[in-house]
């Protein structure tokens, strides 16, 4: 922090969502800002699979998280299986929990586990503390101090801590506020919720153009023949490098572990009823998937989906 008031700092994130949605838009005409929020059939993708038309048992995952921003990895799809949001608010404390350190393992998974708190109630984001405080008839800058002090792992002082039990705030609360070492704004929680929601209406009431987006920008690996293939295949290469993964002697390379993730992608779709066709030199694009002009349910592979054909070369062809 030496150098705080002389050096101008930006923190410059990239983020494939924006590029995501407004290639959604392009596609489908559809403005986004438009979509609910609250859309009940988008919603029924964090508590099952219904709504895609598979079951859970066909695509290895309870609920309908796969290629969603935010709640796609494998660490909060199981928050959203533990707990089953169901409305935006919900949906802004996974995102606060799982961004956060210390806030989920060990502290608000054990506090819904045990029926202490729900995930209403447990701290999700900084801006929780200082509300939720304030609730309780805690000063608001002593609430703001105490907020800020946690949200950065600095914990509570004892006067904190007498003035929090003199207000009858809960002793979970209290012992919650200790094991923070990092907490997500509630602001950025909603700025990502917001373009998570946006991409899963696609992926529900538009699934090819969600479909094509989705293995255009968020994936790098590809196993074009197997996705041509089908279901068979693809459940049998899946197979193959998870039985890599388990076996101690040959470990599955990152690029493999890559394919995985698109291929599970490449499972759900195909058992929605729609299809790869092969690339065509007359009719792939360069580098983005697009929907096949002779069948609504089909998607054409780009030139950059072949092993070791870059943009570069994808344009000139």
Known sequence: HDIDENVLKLDILGHDDPTMIRKLQDLSGIDPKDIRADDPDVMKLFSGTDILGVTPEQIGTPTGMLGIPEFG????????????????????QLSGL?????????????????????LKTVIGCRDDIMVDLMGYGVKPKLSFTIMESVRKGKGLKDEWVT??????????????CTKIKYMFPKAHAVAYVMMA????????????????????????????????????????????????????????????LAIYDTLELALEMVLRGFRFSNISINRSAATE?????????????????????????????
């Open 73 to 92: 990895t494998n660490f909060v799809r199981g928050m959203v299986d533990e707990t089953h949001p169901t409305t935006f608010a919900e949906l802004l």
């Open 98 to 118: 799982s961004h956060g350190t210390d806030v989920w393992l060990g502290n608000a998974q054990d506090l819904i586990k045990e029926g202490i708190a729900t």
């Open 163 to 176: 003035e929090m039990k003199a207000n009858n705030v809960p002793e979970w609360f209290i012992d919650s």
């Open 197 to 256: 929601v946006r991409i899963a209406w696609f992926k529900v009431h538009m699934p090819v153009h969600y479909y094509c987006m989705y293995f255009s920008i968020r994936c790098d690996a590809y196993d074009v023949q197997t996705m041509i293939q089908g279901e068979a295949a693809i459940r049998q290469r899946m197979a193959d490098i998870k039985h890599m993964k388990e076996d101690k002697t040959q470990k599955p390379s990152d690029k493999e």
């Open 289 to 317: 998937f697009i929907v096949d002009p002779d069948d609504p349910k089909a998607i054409i592979p780009p030139f950059t989906s072949i092993d070791g054909l870059g943009s570069n070369v994808g344009l000139s062809v």
